[in-house]
């Protein structure tokens, strides 16, 4: 949040931090930002989450789920920020939420806080993320796959195993981001990206990228993983790890090796590696695709909410 409210945040933005305490302890945290806008001769005021996109489903985005902080399982510091919202409502007309996860404590404590309030309030699905529960060996999670995926992971190992001359080399902590950046674009040149979709080849996905990778660096959860072909490079997956979680950010392959699934074979190597290293959940991110769900049953849902102020 801190990388993009320094390199990415749009003009219009008032920063907006709440922050809940108890005694000397800080036990919450809103990250908003307040945007004010004229329509029809209106002043009209609304609140957002700090990284919020204008759309949920954006490529653009940095994040496949937003909401306030608060301890596991401890709603209070989101309810004391609804009273702050009830006590200030003259400074705001109203509030718009995206992509708020499924189960979020900010969806359902906001939610019935509207309704407490008298606020109009509306929620709507926005897209599904597709995540894999890792249950800890990788032939455990292997039969808990489709016999066909199942079937053709191994095709596909067997071919590249014959094939020879295959390389998985993994970056987890550091390194030089502009080189880093340049064989990721590298590999995107030779992608579908390079004639359609949000590539690095646009400077300003390079900068997002940038400014990404080094924040994963900082907090020491980087996860960037390369396949390379007899000293060549064809494939990429650029991730964030934090606890036990990782989540998928960016991901491309060179098309010229398409028939071996390259992308397919990085990815099996990862879960493999995050199983052995006790992580247990894996969020491939943004939409749940077929492609996708080959990998997993599981989808949670993300959502937008609005809630309207009695405001003019």
């Given at each position: 949040?801190?990388?993009?409210?320094?390199?990415?945040?749009?003009?219009?933005?008032?920063?907006?931090?709440?922050?809940?305490?108890?005694?000397?302890?800080?036990?919450?945290?809103?990250?908003?930002?307040?945007?004010?806008?004229?329509?029809?001769?209106?002043?009209?005021?609304?609140?957002?989450?700090?990284?919020?996109?204008?759309?949920?489903?954006?490529?653009?985005?940095?994040?496949?789920?937003?909401?306030?902080?608060?301890?596991?399982?401890?709603?209070?510091?989101?309810?004391?920020?609804?009273?702050?919202?009830?006590?200030?409502?003259?400074?705001?007309?109203?509030?718009?939420?995206?992509?708020?996860?499924?189960?979020?404590?900010?969806?359902?404590?906001?939610?019935?806080?509207?309704?407490?309030?008298?606020?109009?309030?509306?929620?709507?699905p926005v897209f599904a993320n597709a995540v894999i529960d890792l249950p800890g060996e990788m032939e455990t999670y292997l039969?808990?796959?489709?016999?066909?995926?199942?079937?053709?992971?191994?095709?596909?190992?067997?071919?590249?195993?014959?094939?020879?001359?295959?390389?998985?080399?993994?970056?987890?902590?550091?390194?030089?981001?502009p080189s880093l950046l340049g064989r990721m674009a590298d590999i995107e040149s030779h992608s579908w990206k390079a004639s359609?979709?949000?590539?690095?080849?646009?400077?300003?996905?390079?900068?997002?990228?940038?400014?990404?990778?080094?924040?994963?660096?900082?907090?020491?959860?980087?996860?960037?993983?390369?396949?390379?072909?007899?000293?060549?490079?064809?494939?990429?997956?650029l991730s964030i790890r934090y606890g036990n979680s990782v989540e998928s950010l960016r991901a491309s392959y060179d098309s010229?090796?398409?028939?071996?699934?390259?992308?397919?074979?990085?990815?099996?190597?990862?879960?493999?590696?995050?199983?052995?290293?006790?992580?247990?959940?894996?969020?491939?991110?943004?939409?749940?695709?077929?492609?996708?769900?080959?990998?997993?049953?599981?989808?949670?849902?993300?959502?937008?909410?609005?809630?309207?102020?009695?405001?003019?």
């Open positions: 949040m801190t990388g993009w409210w320094e390199q990415e945040c749009p003009p219009g933005r008032e920063l907006l931090v709440l922050l809940a305490e108890e005694g000397d302890a800080l036990t919450g945290i809103a990250p908003l930002v307040k945007i004010t806008n004229r329509f029809a001769g209106l002043r009209i005021r609304r609140l957002e989450l700090m990284t919020m996109g204008m759309y949920a489903y954006n490529p653009r985005n940095i994040s496949a789920s937003l909401e306030m902080f608060s301890g596991q399982g401890d709603h209070r510091p989101i309810d004391a920020f609804a009273a702050h919202l009830s006590a200030s409502r003259d400074e705001w007309d109203y509030i718009r939420f995206h992509p708020l996860p499924e189960g979020s404590q900010t969806l359902d404590r906001l939610s019935a806080w509207a309704k407490a309030e008298g606020f109009g309030c509306h929620v709507r039969k808990s796959l489709s016999p066909t995926h199942r079937k053709n992971i191994r095709r596909m190992e067997n071919a590249i195993r014959r094939e020879g001359g295959y390389t998985v080399t993994e970056v987890t902590s550091s390194g030089d981001v359609g979709g949000v590539g690095l080849s646009r400077s300003e996905v390079m900068a997002s990228t940038g400014w990404q990778v080094r924040a994963a660096i900082a907090l020491g959860g980087l996860e960037l993983w390369f396949l390379g072909k007899d000293g060549k490079e064809i494939a990429f997956n010229a090796f398409r028939d071996l699934s390259p992308g397919n074979h990085l990815l099996t190597r990862e879960l493999s590696s995050y199983m052995e290293r006790g992580i247990s959940r894996y969020n491939l991110m943004w939409g749940d695709f077929d492609y996708k769900l080959k990998w997993t049953s599981k989808i949670e849902t993300c959502y937008e909410m609005y809630i309207f102020n009695r405001t003019p």
